[in-house]
């Protein structure tokens, strides 16, 4: 791990699930978070962004295992920001300006995202990176 300061990250949701459920490079940011290197931001609409798509029937998760995700693993290491709504910048799927609100409000350092619109994001004022992207800069 480099020596720099606790990196203040806004995660998006597709990475968040991919950490949460599955054995790949996603999942190296839970530790991350949990040992402290990281510091995971986000907001209420964030919150209810995850929790939504963990109710997907194709991740057949209960109702106790989704409760246990958003209890156990998310919100004890995840500083919630409130949020204003902001400027427009995903012209391509306004939905995701809440994760880059998140950033601003929370002064963020960068946002870990696998989101095609955020990663091709131009005028993003908080930098915006893959996750692969991110762990290698962390590693540095």
Not at 29 to 34: E, F, P, R, T, V
Not at 101 to 117: F, L, P, R, T
Not at 120 to 137: G, Q, R, T
Request: hydrophobic share 45%; glycine share 4%.
């Amino acid at each position: 791990m480099g020596k720099e300061k606790v990196k203040r990250v806004v995660i998006d949701t597709n990475v968040i699930v991919s950490a949460l459920l599955f054995d790949g490079l996603p999942s190296k940011l839970i530790h991350l978070w949990k040992d402290g290197h990281i510091h995971p931001l986000c907001s209420k609409d964030i919150i209810e962004e995850y929790l939504r798509v963990l109710t997907y029937p194709k991740f057949r998760l209960k109702e106790k295992e989704i409760n246990f995700l958003l209890f156990q693993e998310i919100l004890p290491w995840f500083h919630i920001v409130t949020v204003p709504a902001g400027r427009k910048f995903v012209k391509k799927d306004p939905h995701d300006d809440m994760f880059v609100w998140c950033a601003i409000e929370g002064k963020a350092d960068i946002i870990i995202s696998g989101d095609e619109h955020l990663l091709k994001l131009k005028e993003s004022p908080v930098p915006i990176s893959s996750v692969s992207e991110f762990l290698e800069m962390i590693a540095e």
